[in-house]
C-alpha cells in the first residue's frame, strides 16, 4: 500500500516538474486582448509562443522558492518582422514596471537599427517595411541601442537617457549642469544590453515602441508561432484555428 501512495507521489511531482518545465522553458500559451495586431493576430486568439528558439531561461522562482537561473543556448536571434511575446518594459518614466504585463508585437529594429515613419511609411535603415499600413504620424528617427554603442550626456537630453541607465542599473544625476553616473563625472554612457524596437501591426491603434520605448534583450520570451484557438463574442472562429503566424 504504501509503495503505490509512493508510486502515485512519484508520479505526481514528475508531472508538476514537468508541466512547469515545459511552460517556463520550452512552449506555453497566451490569448491576444486587444486590437493592436489587427488582421495578424485579433482578439480572442489563443497562441503558442516558442520561448526555447531564443535562448529560454528556468524560472528564478517556484512555488516561492528563488531559483539560480540559467540560460539555455538560442537556437536562432530574433529576426526583423518575427512576432514576438515580451515582458512589457514599463512607461517611459517607470524605472521598475508597476504592470506585470505580456505583449505581443512585431519586431521591427534590431540592435544598431535605425527607426523612422516618413510621410506614413515605416522604415528602417531608410528601407520601407510593407508589413504596416500607412500611418496616420510620423515618427522621428531613432537609432536602436546596442551593447556598447557609446551615448553622449548632457543637461539638454539627461531627462531622455536618465531612466535608461537607471533600468540598465547605473544611478544617474544632474549636478550644476554636469553628469555623474555611480559618482563619476562624464559626457558618455557606454550601453550594457542589446534591446528591440516593437510595432503593432494595426499601426494606427497600437500602444508599442514608440510610446514606451526600446525592448530589453531579456525581456523577450518567444516566438509567436501558431493560433491554437479562437474565440470572440460572434462564438468559435474556426477558420483561425490552426494558423501559423508570419
Given at each position: 500500500m504504501w509503495r503505490k501512495v509512493k508510486d502515485v507521489l512519484f508520479i505526481f511531482c514528475f508531472t508538476l516538474f514537468f508541466a512547469a518545465g515545459l511552460k517556463s522553458c520550452i512552449i506555453d500559451a497566451y490569448k491576444i486582448p486587444s486590437e493592436s495586431m489587427n488582421t495578424t493576430l485579433r482578439i480572442g486568439d489563443y497562441l503558442l509562443v516558442n520561448?526555447?528558439?531564443?535562448?529560454?531561461?528556468?524560472?528564478?522562482?517556484?512555488?516561492?522558492?528563488?531559483?539560480?537561473?540559467?540560460?539555455?543556448?538560442?537556437?536562432?536571434?530574433?529576426?526583423?518582422g518575427d512576432v514576438i511575446v515580451f515582458d512589457f518594459p514599463g512607461e517611459p518614466n517607470e524605472v521598475f514596471p508597476v504592470r506585470n504585463l505580456f505583449l505581443v508585437k512585431r519586431c521591427l529594429g534590431l540592435p544598431g537599427d535605425t527607426i523612422d515613419i516618413v510621410n506614413g511609411s515605416v522604415r528602417v535603415n531608410g528601407m520601407r517595411m510593407n508589413y504596416f499600413d500607412h500611418a496616420k504620424t510620423d515618427f522621428p528617427s531613432v537609432v536602436v541601442p546596442h551593447q556598447g554603442m557609446p551615448i553622449g550626456l548632457n543637461a539638454k537630453n539627461f531627462?531622455?537617457?536618465?531612466?535608461?541607465?537607471?533600468?540598465?542599473?547605473?544611478?544617474?544625476?544632474?549636478?550644476?549642469?554636469?553628469?555623474?553616473?555611480?559618482?563619476?563625472?562624464?559626457?558618455?554612457?557606454?550601453?550594457?544590453?542589446?534591446?528591440?524596437?516593437?510595432?503593432?501591426?494595426?499601426?494606427?491603434?497600437?500602444?508599442?515602441?514608440?510610446?514606451?520605448?526600446?525592448?530589453?534583450?531579456?525581456?523577450?520570451?518567444?516566438?509567436?508561432?501558431?493560433?491554437?484557438?479562437?474565440?470572440?463574442s460572434d462564438g468559435i472562429q474556426w477558420g483561425r484555428i490552426g494558423n501559423i503566424i508570419r
Open positions: 520561448k526555447f528558439i531564443y535562448g529560454a531561461r528556468t524560472p528564478q522562482k517556484f512555488f516561492y522558492i528563488s531559483l539560480p537561473q540559467f540560460q539555455f543556448p538560442k537556437l536562432k536571434e530574433v529576426q526583423r531627462l531622455k537617457w536618465k531612466v535608461f541607465i537607471q533600468r540598465e542599473g547605473g544611478s544617474i544625476e544632474l549636478r550644476d549642469g554636469k553628469i555623474f553616473i555611480d559618482q563619476q563625472e562624464t559626457s558618455s554612457y557606454a550601453v550594457k544590453n542589446n534591446y528591440y524596437f516593437a510595432l503593432g501591426d494595426n499601426i494606427n491603434n497600437s500602444s508599442d515602441s514608440r510610446a514606451w520605448g526600446f525592448i530589453p534583450e531579456e525581456n523577450i520570451v518567444g516566438k509567436a508561432m501558431l493560433i491554437y484557438w479562437s474565440k470572440n
